[in-house]
């Protein structure tokens, strides 16, 4: 394996993409009492993720002397709602919808309102629809993230807070021929993860693991921008399909990848984060073009999974299997 550096810096302020943050409360309430013959309503759900989760309604059975409890809304990470036992006499209640969950298999359209999307005219993407099981990108040209420059993004909606690990498993493939990987032209192109901070005081703060093709050659491509400044690097490899990860503990950022069918996760590096990174970043799936005018690449995600709560640097590597 070789190992090639660029360095480039540009101090313009790229443009800070908000990213709200989710909540992770939830709370049950009572219905109102029936009498016979009649239902109470039960109570609306807690949100999560952003998205609101249902209340289960209960109905009072014939005689009963109160409705059933509103089920509960959804816990923090997206599980459903159940429905409570009904009241004496009473009926169950209907379980609350889900909230957005924090893993993400593309088998399911309607999840991409899960999703902040970031520069979407840089790409056409496609969420699950004509590809069941894979979010698809169709890169389009001059749009790195690089220095002040901002790629395609797909961020998951509300960040993440403390410590964690995200994953992903992508394909840098050529967009003439989807079997085959980039070629040649398509310099500095690349698809993967990101941590980051679009709120720093001097620009965004972002950190980057990718798979695609620099200087001549396929490789996973790791960078950290800081202040307008993008510095990365780039670990030549033989596969353009490949397992990448990324971990939060405190304020160090350790960046993973391995080949689909090899157990071993290779470190790409750690970067420890300066300034320091707030509790909650944003955290996603980015791909990016630098300055051609052709289009090259086509890369295909086929899942977005990550844990939460991690206390060790030795959980990162951990099964994030479901």
Known sequence: MRLSLE????????????????????STQTGAGGTSGSSGAGAGGGTTGGSSAGGASGSAGLGGSSAGVGGSGAVAGGAAGTGATAGAGGASGSAGSAGCALDDDFDDPSTDVCWDVVNGAAVTYDHGVSSPGQLTVEQEPNNPWFNSDEGFGYFKLGGLNGNFVIQTHVTASSLENPAAPLNGAAQFTGAGLMIRNPDAANGPQNYMLSIGRGL???????????????????????????????????????????????????????????????????????????????????????????????????????????
């Open 7 to 26: 360095r480039l810096v540009l101090g313009i302020s790229a443009i800070a993409v908000t990213v709200a943050c989710g909540g992770d409360d939830f």
């Open 216 to 322: 001549n050659e396929i490789g996973v491509r790791y960078q950290a921008t800081i202040a307008g400044a993008s510095q990365g690097m780039q670990q030549n490899v033989n596969y353009n399909s490949v397992l990448l990860r990324m971990c939060r503990i405190g304020q160090s950022i350790s960046l993973y990848y391995r080949e689909v069918n090899d157990e071993t996760w290779q470190e790409a590096t750690t970067y420890m984060s300066t300034p320091p990174l707030p509790d909650s970043v944003a955290v996603g799936l980015v791909t990016y073009q630098f300055a051609m005018n052709d289009r090259f690449m086509r890369a295909s995600f086929d899942h977005f999974r990550g844990r939460t709560g991690l206390t060790l640097r030795s959980q990162c590597t951990d099964s994030l299997d479901p």
